[in-house]
């Protein structure tokens, strides 16, 4: 069965430096969500990816965050500049356009 | 805002015994779905009940919504040791992709053979 995949499986990287998480979306799906899950709390929605272009972006999402799919393929998150408090379980998620997401394993990022 | 509480924040069950989560919302929703989670691992989409209807069932999982009440229970029946997991419920206000998903805290279940 397709899945989603994600890399790297755990980053680790010093505050203030970029990160770029990638994700390879299942084929034939058109739509693509970051998600992130900080330590013990709930899922959070970051943004919403269609048609090479943002659809929905939450608060958190802010100036630091972008995405994009740069080959028709991977879909990745660049975090600019990262805090502390980015540290957290980054999920991509896509989907075909019906209601169900496909999640990915995730990338756990630490920031020091 | 909050969407997507569940209660009991964990659950400790024999292997055979049912498994019931509660989940409740705050704002009006198109479906709600529950995902799980084992432990440091992805999210698995187990189950989609729309707002129009009331109860469905997918082999062991039976879930119910009541948009009156604005919640919905999710029931494992005869559980196995391998159902161990965090369960989240997810709302979303409108059908369709491009809508984000609301996840609550979730219930971690521990099911002991």
């Known amino acids: 069965e397709p899945e989603v995949t994600q890399t790297p499986s755990h980053q680790v990287t010093q505050m203030g430096q970029e990160v770029i998480l990638r994700c390879v979306p299942i084929s034939n799906h058109l739509y693509f969500y970051w998600y992130r899950q900080i330590l013990g709390q709930k899922v959070e929605f970051l943004v919403s990816?269609?048609?090479?272009?943002?659809?929905?972006k939450s608060e958190i999402f802010d100036d630091q965050f972008s995405v994009e799919r740069p080959d028709g393929s991977n879909f990745t998150l660049k975090i600019r500049s990262t805090k502390l408090e980015d540290s957290a379980m980054y999920f991509c998620?896509?989907?075909?356009?019906?209601?169900?997401?496909?999640f990915g394993p995730g990338t756990r990022l630490t920031v020091l | 805002s909050q969407q997507g509480e569940e209660d009991p924040q964990a659950l400790s069950i024999q292997e055979g015994e049912n498994a019931t989560m509660n989940c409740s919302y705050k704002t009006s929703i198109n479906n709600l779905q529950w995902y799980r989670q084992n432990s440091g691992r992805g999210l698995v989409h187990l189950i989609l009940?729309?707002?129009?209807?009331r109860e469905k069932h997918s082999g062991r999982l039976r879930v119910t919504l009541d948009t009156s009440k604005k919640s919905s229970s999710l029931l494992i029946t005869a559980s196995r040791a391998a159902d161990t997991a965090s369960y989240f419920c997810?709302?979303?206000?409108?059908?369709?992709?491009?809508?984000?998903?609301?996840f609550g805290q979730g219930t971690e279940l521990s099911v002991k053979p």
């Open positions: 997810a709302t979303r206000d409108r059908p369709g992709q491009g809508g984000k998903l609301i």
């Open positions: 009940i729309r707002s129009n209807e």
């Open positions: 990816f269609y048609n090479n272009e943002i659809s929905e």
């Open positions: 998620a896509t989907g075909q356009g019906t209601d169900t997401q496909y």
